[in-house]
């Protein structure tokens, strides 16, 4: 099977689980929306995405986001970056990021800001919410429930970024269910002083479905479209 066929038939499993998800919660599907997460894989496979109709791309390492979003500028892709930012590469992640899913403090926000506002370009942003408490104690895993009111309004403040809603990854090993509950309550909370943080990312390969019946707006699937990722070198 050509790699093209392999990436259809894979493709159109997905958007098809993603449909019956919605439609069990009640949800319209064309609320959701895929973002096929690209990450290690050659952009000759994005190139294949976008011709299978994707828009929606998902990176977590600068460089290789950028990288690959020079180099397919003309395809007019969404561009999310989904991983940890380290500060200091914040103004480049905001010279091609559309979607920033991961923003975890204040300084963040304002280094994004102050990249894209240099760039004259405006960035939708997701405050990532820890739900894992084994990551919060190593600094990883986003915001936790004290600090989040303080980023929130840090990305509401700034000029050149908009304030779309949250993003949460459950804990390796956990309940799905549980964790996309508590966050669903934090976003339910979030939106009745932000009305603009409509948007929930939430779900991966292995518990889109689950993130679906908790609200998942976005939902950041990579190893079911593309395979088993190749071990990192
Ligand atoms: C890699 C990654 C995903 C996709 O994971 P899969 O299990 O391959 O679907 C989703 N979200 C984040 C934050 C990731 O880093």
Avoid at 88 to 114: C, E, F, M, Q, T
Avoid at 141 to 157: E, I, K, N, R
Wanted: glycine letters at 10%; proline letters at 4%; one cysteine or more.
């Amino acid at each position: 099977m050509s790699r093209r066929d392999e990436l259809a038939e894979r493709l159109s499993e997905v958007r098809g689980r993603i449909t019956a998800a919605a439609e069990v919660a009640g949800r319209d599907p064309d609320d959701v929306t895929l973002v096929v997460v690209t990450k290690t894989w050659p952009v000759s496979d994005v190139r294949l995405l976008h011709e299978l109709g994707v828009r929606d791309v998902g990176e977590n390492r600068h460089p290789e986001a950028e990288d690959k979003a020079t180099e397919l500028r003309d395809l007019g892709l969404r561009w999310h970056f989904i991983g940890q930012i380290q500060s200091n590469k914040a103004g480049r992640i905001a010279g091609y990021a559309d979607v920033v899913h991961s923003v975890d403090s204040a300084r963040l926000a304002h280094r994004l800001n102050a990249g894209a506002h240099s760039k004259g370009r405006v960035i939708d942003c997701l405050v990532q919410v820890n739900l894992d408490p084994d990551a919060a104690r190593e600094g990883r895993g986003g915001v936790v429930a004290d600090d989040l009111p303080g980023v929130l309004a840090s990305v509401d403040d700034a000029e050149a970024l908009r304030l779309r809603g949250l993003m949460g990854v459950a804990p390796l090993g956990g309940d799905p269910v549980e964790a996309y509950a508590r966050l669903a309550a934090i976003a339910a909370d979030t939106r009745s002083s932000y009305p603009s943080a409509s948007w929930l990312s939430a779900g991966m390969s292995g518990d889109f479905e689950q993130a679906i019946q908790a609200g998942a707006t976005h939902v950041r699937v990579g190893s079911l479209v593309l395979g088993q990722r190749p071990p990192l070198g």
